[in-house]
């Protein structure tokens, strides 16, 4: 996984990335080219820069007012942070200092993200017009499917598989910009049976507001033919009890869970991958006009690759929601809060990815 913190001069911009499986097709969470998130010039009560050309700075606990103009307010936020871990005070330009920012935290970012695979993530810092803290926005390149490796394609018994689905269906979506199959059926629904969910509402909806003929609707498809094509695995109901699972199965799903509980927890103002539509907006307003679906999927497009074509067919042509948090800051002290929630987010996706990445046979 290639991991890209940015700095103004890395916009919060999906770009296409590698598919995480063999689809290239590709999330419900309450794009094309986006704007650079690059600062506009804020007042400040430093002298002008060009009192200060060519003159030197020192990088200290009050960065934030240390600096003139040409320091925008995300590397004055940063900067705060930065000085807070440097236990040296030299001397610095203004070039110099800000090199220093953007390399202390883009260390600090890719030490905590580098060991993920399931998805390419990376960080924009940003600044917003009509709000004077600058956010942190965690974005996803992936697009596609989800790798899910033995769930998938093993022959373990569909107990243990259907427990592990199960478990990464219900967590997942509060670190990944990511779909699954109850909000895929949704977006089916209200696409093709104006939000019916039984077959007899279903064939009633075509009818009457898309002009069907009745007696011409053995080839449509119904709610139960899509929900009869789900592989057993992917029915929660087939999940073995935890008694019944091999000890391996069951501490991965136990690490699963309590690294979930442990992210759910965090305050949604001190938590980095909290994700609200609004405040995402607020930073990024060109965003309104990509698709509200997520670039990833736990859908297996091998049985149901025409419903996530025809759901991300907007998404492909304008772009998908791809942010899986953005935490406004609005003082350097949060910035400490809010590398520990991108820990958290890390520690519970890496317990995703070990259980995907477990051997049935060792089990």
């Not at 600044?127 to 394609?153: F, K, R, Y």
């Not at 077959?199 to 139960?224: C, F, K, M, Q």
């Not at 609004?278 to 060109?286: G, N, R």
């Not at 910035?335 to 990445?357: K, P």
Request: charged content about 25%; overall charge negative.
């Amino acid at each position: 996984m290639a991991t890209l913190p940015a700095l103004p001069d890395h916009p919060a911009t999906r770009r296409p990335g590698p598919s995480t499986s063999r689809s290239s097709s590709t999330r419900h969470r309450n794009t094309a080219n986006r704007p650079s998130p690059s600062s506009l010039p804020t007042a400040c009560d430093c002298p002008r820069s060009a009192d200060l050309a060519g003159r030197s700075a020192v990088l200290s606990r009050k960065i934030p007012v240390s600096f003139d103009q040409p320091l925008a307010r995300h590397h004055k936020l940063i900067g705060g942070w930065v000085a807070s871990r440097d236990q040296t005070a030299r001397r610095r330009t203004r070039a110099e200092a800000r090199r220093r920012i953007e390399r202390v935290f883009d260390k600090a970012v890719l030490d905590i993200l580098r060991p993920l695979e399931l998805a390419e993530l990376r960080v924009a810092v940003l600044n917003s017009e009509d709000s004077d803290a600058p956010a942190i926005a965690i974005v996803c390149d992936s697009m596609g499917q989800v790798d899910l490796g033995w769930i998938e394609t093993s022959d373990a018994q569909i107990g243990w598989r259907a427990a592990a689905y199960t478990a990464l269906a219900r967590t997942m979506g509060s670190a990944l910009p990511i779909f699954g199959y109850d909000d895929l059926f949704d977006e089916i629904s209200m696409y093709y049976w104006d939000g019916e969910t039984d077959d007899e509402g279903a064939r009633n909806a075509l009818v009457a507001y898309h002009g069907a003929d009745p007696d011409d609707l053995e080839d449509t498809i119904l709610p139960s033919d899509m929900n009869g094509r789900r592989p057993e695995w992917m029915i929660a109901a087939n999940a073995a009890s935890p008694r019944s699972l091999p000890d391996g199965l069951r501490t991965a799903l136990r690490n699963l869970r309590c690294s979930h509980r442990a992210l759910r927890a965090l305050p949604d103002e001190r938590n980095a991958w909290h994700f609200d539509g609004a405040t995402i907006h607020e930073y990024l307003p060109d965003l309104e006009e990509c698709s509200s679906l997520p670039p990833l999927t736990l859908v297996p497009v091998e049985q149901f690759a025409r419903e996530v074509d025809d759901v991300a067919r907007h998404g492909m042509e304008y772009g998908f929601m791809d942010i899986a948090g953005l935490c406004p800051l609005p003082d350097a002290a949060r910035v400490t809060d809010w590398f520990a929630s991108l820990e958290a987010g890390a520690r519970f996706l890496l317990a995703a990815q070990e259980l995907i990445q477990l051997d049935p046979d060792t089990l």
